[in-house]
């Protein structure tokens, strides 16, 4: 087994002469500003009994449902300044998020389940808008209220892509906040975020609130082969929010957003010669607009909601396929993609009787141009060495120095289910049995072609100088593909509440989830290399029906867990064990030989057994701790890559053990001034991750790693200012491991970075 050895530690010098200049400027900008600061009234949520759950689907407080969950509040945010998905990975047990590849790249592994292209295996709402592209998921988002990360399978109530989890973001109303709020952050590799929001009424039953958001990095890490960073960052973000309550039973809420992001990515170093260094440009260019509209209408005994969304994605990701120094090939990927969905939801109760009840539908479609161009090096190694080996007699040469394997595709994909939730209290229990009906239709149209040749030569002519013939290789391939799902997903659950203390039960659960199947769209560029090979009589015949389809993942999940907390909540502690049946696994893999697409392959039959406990003990009003593990065994029960069976074996890239724990402490401050910092807060917190295997057959390794970071800040009502350090010990480690043509690659953790957040609320 291999474990990766580390890298040189960066230089840090322009940083800290950075750092000084733009924290005194933006110090003395803060205090000035916070001279006429007004009070903002915003709903500041630590523990989730403190806070309203906003969830439409959602019965009950998280801590009263059958399953394990987290809550991140705005306190919690700010201090670990979360701002993307990416960065609440560990907080969560058996919850990770690997930062690698680029924003396109947003591979969750929940309970050993995951993969690392298509579909996700984690959904996500934003302000109960579901997101359907988990392209789209990692972005920054400003002044966040909450995460809830709901594990275990959500699939009843939310249908596709939900097995592992949810992940549920609330951004702060405008019917709750009011005032100007903005913040400033520079940190190393001249990392740079400054966002600013407006929150105000319009009257007293409308408000509407308005927040921009910029990041900026230059990158962490350099490719030797032009002296630049790969990973250079621009992001810019609009987000219009709109609240309105015409009567006292009836909400609306509309929230816009509009993204733009340019970035390098794809810091990929070879495990051979320790450097990344590769000749073609990397880069990934994203515009998503997103629209969500929400009705909420309470009436007598019943509740009516709907959400409708429009989002839209246009984005390109270009990169360098093989990330080696010499011209093999590159890839690009622009894609246009629309998409609608709608949820009505109903929730009524009857004595100790409740229910809830909808209907929900979706249509995507997407538009992609996707061309493999051959480069010199792939052209001589990859095809005229491969064709020359086999027939040395009559060698070839290339008519040109590159050509195009083009590969466009037309994808309408739209799906329909209706589902029901009965829920019933006798005494100290509550039973809950749910069912979903999904129906889902996919078409794929494509055309892939190719317009190239090559000369044959007659190997018994003196110096190889006389021609024997022109060969004209013209292919156009044009087809449809068409699968049709349809899922039966029920649910059911039984919690037992104990001394009548509100967060106190234990719990069991069986539920059904599953993961829609699809279409390995990056195949099609290896089915046409091969025809074109078949032209020279040396092709491994692909044919799109055997290796551009995968199908549907399913799982049965068996969890019991507990909830417990004490009357004075100086302790609320979670417990769950979990053992999860998977079927049809849906794994990313490499095919053989020197192709040049990712391929989503089914494992015949996995599974995932596990536990996961949480716990947080605050003493004092001054003192707060939480910790949180999360252990996971996911192994292969029936599984033949067509080389050897892999039974026993752990499943690729989904982490054994997670950890976190934080401490908080704050020290109030006497002050007779209402501009003075009226307490400093100190955190320290520790995360945890790993083993990690990179192959199917566990012969690669990433190893248990920990990541240590903490905090100091001056805090007042209206401004903040909070110096803070993560990987503080340059921890060398390793978020992501391929192979392709042969060549191992890995991406390095980013090193050590400190820096200051300052916030102001007017």
């Known amino acids: 087994m291999h474990n990766f050895a580390p890298v040189k530690k960066?230089?840090?010098?322009?940083?800290f002469q950075n750092f000084k200049l733009i924290a005194a400027i933006l110090s003395a900008a803060i205090i000035a500003l916070s001279a006429n600061a007004a009070e903002t009234t915003d709903s500041i949520s630590v523990r989730l009994s403190e806070i309203s759950v906003t969830a439409i689907k959602q019965t009950a407080l998280a801590d009263n449902l059958p399953t394990a969950s987290t809550v991140i509040g705005k306190n919690e945010i700010e201090r670990l300044n979360v701002v993307t998905m990416k960065d609440a990975s560990e907080i969560a047990p058996n919850f990770y998020i690997p930062d690698y590849g680029s924003r396109m790249t947003s591979s969750i592994y929940v309970r050993g389940l995951g993969a690392r292209i298509d579909q996700p295996v984690v959904g996500l709402n934003i302000d109960n808008v579901p997101y359907l592209n988990k392209d789209n998921y990692d972005f920054d988002l400003l002044d966040i209220e909450r995460i809830e990360l709901l594990r275990g399978p959500q699939s009843t109530l939310y249908g596709r892509n939900t097995m592992g989890g949810l992940i549920n973001i609330y951004t702060l109303s405008p019917l709750r906040t009011k005032g100007f709020r903005a913040m400033?952050?520079?940190?190393?590799?001249?990392s740079i975020k400054a966002g600013a929001s407006y929150y105000g009424r319009i009257s007293e039953s409308a408000g509407m609130s308005i927040a921009g958001y910029y990041t900026h990095t230059d990158g962490f890490f350099r490719n030797q082969y032009n002296g630049r960073h790969t990973d250079k960052e621009d992001q810019w973000s609009v987000r219009w929010r709109t609240s309105w309550q015409p009567m006292s039973n009836l909400t609306l809420e509309?929230?816009?957003?509009?993204?733009?992001g340019r970035q390098g990515g794809y810091p990929y170093q070879s495990v051979k010669s320790g450097q990344i260094a590769y000749n073609d440009t990397c880069f990934y260019k994203r515009v998503s607009v997103t629209d969500g509209l929400t009705a909420h209408w309470l009436l007598p005994g019943l509740t009516l909601s709907g959400i409708a969304s429009f989002q839209y994605i246009n984005d390109n990701m270009t990169l360098d396929q093989d990330f080696l120094p010499q011209p093999y090939f590159t890839l690009t990927q622009a894609r246009h993609e629309m998409a609608f969905t709608l949820d009505l939801v109903a929730k009524g109760s009857k004595g100790p009787y409740n229910w809830l009840g909808g209907m929900f539908g979706f249509y995507k479609h997407s538009n992609m141009f996707a061309p493999v161009t051959f480069k010199e090096t792939g052209i001589e190694e990859l095809i005229i060495a491969h064709r020359n080996q086999y027939n040395p007699e009559y060698p070839i040469v290339w008519q040109e120095n590159s050509f195009n394997l083009d590969s466009r595709f037309r994808q309408p994909v739209w799906g329909i289910a209706a589902y029901h939730q009965s829920q019933i209290q006798l005494g100290n229990w509550t039973l809950t049995a749910g069912i979903?009906?999904?129906y889902e239709q996919n078409t794929l149209y494509y055309r892939s072609n190719c317009l190239t040749g090559y000369d044959v030569m007659d190997a018994t002519v003196p110096n190889h100088t006389t021609l024997y013939a022109k060969r004209t290789i013209d292919i156009d391939d044009r087809g449809r593909l068409h699968k049709k799902f349809i899922e039966f997903l029920p649910?059911?659950?039984?919690?037992?509440?104990?001394?009548?203390?509100?967060?106190?039960?234990?719990?069991?659960?069986?539920?059904?989830?599953?993961?829609a199947g699809g279409f390995n769209t990056q195949m099609f560029s290896d089915v046409l290399q091969q025809r074109l090979m078949g032209y020279m009589g040396i092709s491994q015949q692909y044919s799109p029906e055997q290796v551009v389809s995968y199908r549907p993942e399913r799982s049965m999940n068996y969890e019991i867990g507990a909830h417990c907390t004490t009357p004075d909540n100086v302790w609320t502690s979670q417990i769950a064990l979990f053992?999860?049946?998977?079927?049809?696994?849906?794994?990313t893999s490499f095919p053989d030989g020197s192709t040049t697409g990712r391929i989503m392959t089914n494992a015949g039959r996995t599974r995932s057994a596990g536990a996961e406990v949480s716990l947080t003990w605050q003493p004092g009003r001054q003192w707060r701790f939480s910790t949180s593990y999360g252990f996971t065994d996911a192994r292969f029960?029936?599984?033949?890559?067509?080389?050897?069976?892999?039974?026993?074996?752990?499943?690729?890239?989904?982490?054994?053990?997670?950890?976190?724990?934080?401490?908080?402490?704050?020290?109030?401050?006497?002050?007779?001034?209402a501009n003075m910092p009226d307490r400093i807060e100190f955190n320290v917190n520790c995360r945890g991750i790993g083993p990690i295997?990179?192959?199917?057959?566990?012969?690669?390794s990433q190893n248990f790693y920990t990541l240590l970071g903490a905090s100091v800040g001056i805090v007042n009502k209206r401004y903040s200012a909070t110096l803070w350090g993560e990987n503080l010990t340059s921890m060398q480690y390793s978020t992501f491991y391929f192979v392709s043509m042969g060549n191992a690659f890995l991406q390095r953790g980013k090193p050590r970075r400190i820096g200051i957040t300052l916030r102001i609320k007017i």
Do not use: H, M
């Open 491 to 515: 649910r059911f659950t039984a919690v037992y509440k104990w001394n009548n203390i509100t967060g106190n039960n234990v719990y069991a659960s069986i539920a059904r989830g599953y993961k």
């Open 637 to 673: 029960r029936s599984y033949n890559n067509g080389i050897e069976d892999l039974r026993g074996k752990r499943i690729p890239y989904a982490p054994q053990n997670t950890f976190f724990a934080s401490a908080n402490y704050y020290l109030p401050l006497k002050t007779n001034t």
């Open 254 to 260: 509309n929230t816009a957003s509009v993204l733009v």
């Open 184 to 190: 400033a952050e520079y940190s190393r590799a001249n």
């Open 693 to 700: 295997y990179w192959d199917d057959t566990n012969s690669v």
């Open 579 to 587: 053992y999860i049946d998977c079927r049809n696994q849906q794994l």
């Open 436 to 438: 979903r009906i999904d």
């Open 10 to 15: 960066e230089s840090g010098t322009l940083f």
